[in-house]
């Protein structure tokens, strides 16, 4: 057979030529390539998934159930959804029509966005973020507005952060407490403040929510809790890191029913419904590993602990997070950009952390670094980045 070659020059849309690649994913590609890594860059779990959840999809597909489920999830996983929301944070959402299954809270972010967002609109991002939020602003053609949040409030939101960045074009906020990458929570003060604000504009607000269980100090505050949120707020939450779960791709919407109706209807062009199997993994997680969860939290806060202090007495000033999985260093006064601490920090300790300025502007003097490890890997890495700060040439000694 021949092929005939024609010149062919790519038409790729506006949109994907603007975005970047994920900054976490070149260093994480880069220490993949090496051996003897520390990698404390992506945000995942160090546990397995519990062997009773597993086991459920195993049985799922022993029964052979394998066909598609309700384009909204399983019935009964909905259920369970509801159920939890409610004994955990006190929340009331309607199974029948109030809550949807998704590939993953990345897949509720973008059906959110893609619901809500028309050209042209302006979406308030609270910065440092995940890397995710403002480029699928920019894809669904609306506009990214940075609201920076500062290091000497330990990089909580305040409600005058919000409203000096409203315009007569803003029509959302995203927030996303506890932070990836700060580990910043929302204190439910902080969240009435900010949600007056939001009233006031009538704004929608998408917050994501999969960190919540990771909440070290104090309960969460979930932002549909708050006086006037419920009815303008789309809560995105999922199974990947409270439940070691992160490969199984599962998460959920909960939302008042147009806004879900709205988003059931792109996931049912876009992806039909979630895996099957995994769903089932999903309800028995929901149903059954209460202990491991809270295991799971006791060993967070105490690596949490162990690290923030370690790396303040070897120089690097840190405020102590109040959630998620992440400690989020200033290094400033070594008097390198977070890129170039990053790389040399990767290629000559072969420690490998994520740049804050990938996490936006705001992230930049700081880096992620990710205590979703052993005790044993992250006291290597502190006395690998404590050796890196002796003998580089930078500003710290």
């Known amino acids: 057979m021949?092929?005939?070659?024609?010149?062919h020059e790519p038409k790729l849309s506006q949109g994907v030529r603007r975005i970047q690649p994920s900054g976490i994913r070149r260093f994480f590609d880069l220490a993949s390539s090496m051996e003897n890594i520390i990698s404390l860059g992506v945000g995942e779990p160090?546990?397995?998934t519990p062997w009773n959840v597993r086991e459920a999809s195993i049985h799922s597909l022993e029964r052979g159930i394998t066909a598609y489920t309700a384009n909204a999830g399983l019935m009964e996983l909905r259920e369970a959804i509801s159920d939890y929301l409610h004994r955990r944070f006190t929340l009331s959402y309607n199974p029948n029509n109030?809550?949807?299954v998704t590939v993953g809270a990345s897949e509720g972010i973008d059906l959110a966005l893609r619901a809500v967002i028309d050209p042209g609109d302006e979406v308030l991002i609270v910065e440092p973020c995940f890397v995710a939020y403002a480029p699928l602003v920019s894809l669904m053609g609306g506009i990214p507005v940075s609201v920076p949040v500062k290091a000497e409030n330990h990089?909580?939101?305040k409600a005058s952060d919000v409203a000096d960045k409203v315009t007569e074009r803003t029509k959302a906020i995203m927030l996303s407490f506890p932070?990836?990458?700060?580990?910043?929570?929302?204190?439910?003060?902080?969240?009435k403040d900010v949600a007056k604000v939001v009233v006031k504009h009538d704004l929608i607000v998408i917050s994501d929510e999969i960190y919540a269980e990771?909440?070290?100090d104090s309960s969460h505050a979930s932002v549909p809790n708050a006086v006037g949120m419920r009815e303008r707020t789309i809560l995105i939450s999922g199974f990947s890191k409270a439940f070691a779960m992160t490969g199984w791709r599962v998460g959920y919407i909960a939302a008042p029913e147009p806004y879900a109706s709205a988003m059931l209807k792109i996931h049912q062009y876009a992806m039909m419904c979630a895996s099957t199997m995994a769903q089932y993994a999903a309800l028995e997680a929901l149903t059954n590993t209460q202990d491991e969860m809270e295991e799971m939290i006791v060993s967070y806060r105490q690596r949490r602990n162990y690290f923030v202090?370690?790396?303040?007495?070897i120089g690097l000033s840190c405020h102590m997070p109040g959630g998620a999985f992440y400690v989020f260093p200033s290094i400033q006064s070594t008097g390198l950009s977070s890129e170039a601490f990053a790389e040399q920090l990767l290629m000559s300790q072969k420690v490998a952390v994520v740049p804050g300025h990938v996490f936006g502007a705001g992230g930049e003097g700081y880096i992620r670094c990710s205590y979703a490890a052993s005790m044993k890997q992250l006291e290597e890495a502190v006395d690998r980045i404590d050796h890196f700060l002796k003998n580089t040439q930078v500003g710290i000694r």
Not at 179 to 191: H, K, R
Not at 309 to 313: C, F, Q, T, V
């Open 2 to 7: 021949t092929i005939i070659k024609t010149e």
């Open 46 to 48: 160090d546990f397995t």
């Open 98 to 100: 109030e809550i949807v």
């Open 155 to 157: 990089f909580e939101l």
């Open 179 to 191: 932070n990836n990458p700060t580990g910043a929570v929302l204190s439910e003060s902080a969240l």
């Open 214 to 216: 990771l909440s070290y």
């Open 309 to 313: 202090k370690s790396l303040r007495e």
